[in-house]
């Protein structure tokens, strides 16, 4: 055996043992990438609903706290009239903010 026929030997032992130890790695990042893929599109429809689900739940509460909150804001600005009334019906020196508290 020559020194030729040795080295052409080893060059294709090399050439080998790189495709066998690429060969692996290459083939699992195909099958990941198209799993990716895969996940993606199965999962956008789940997303939409899921989004509709919070608007409808973000509009509900909306709603609710409107309900709840405007009988006690009709409440304070009726109040505030009345202490306004007040005041100036008594000739109070003290003075009322915006908000309806004595300064």
């Known amino acids: 055996m020559t020194?030729?026929?040795s080295r052409n030997i080893s060059i294709i032992w090399l050439?080998?043992?790189c495709l066998v130890g690429l060969l692996p790695p290459v083939?699992?990042?195909y099958f990941a990438?198209?799993?990716?893929?895969?996940v993606r599109r199965e999962s956008k429809p789940i997303f939409q609903?899921?989004?509709?689900?919070?608007?409808?739940?973000?509009?509900k509460v909306d709603d609710y706290s409107n309900v709840a909150i405007n009988p006690l804001i009709v409440v304070k600005r009726r109040?505030?009239?009345?202490?306004r009334t007040v005041t100036k019906l008594l000739g109070n020196s003290k003075s009322i903010n915006s908000q309806g508290e004595n300064l």
Do not use: C, H, P, Y
């Not at 990438?33 to 895969?38: I, K, L, P």
């Open 33 to 38: 990438v198209m799993g990716m893929n895969w």
């Open 49 to 59: 609903r899921a989004r509709q689900g919070s608007d409808l739940v973000k509009s």
């Open 79 to 83: 109040a505030r009239g009345w202490q």
């Open 15 to 17: 050439s080998l043992f």
């Open 3 to 5: 020194l030729e026929t």
């Open 27 to 29: 083939v699992i990042l």
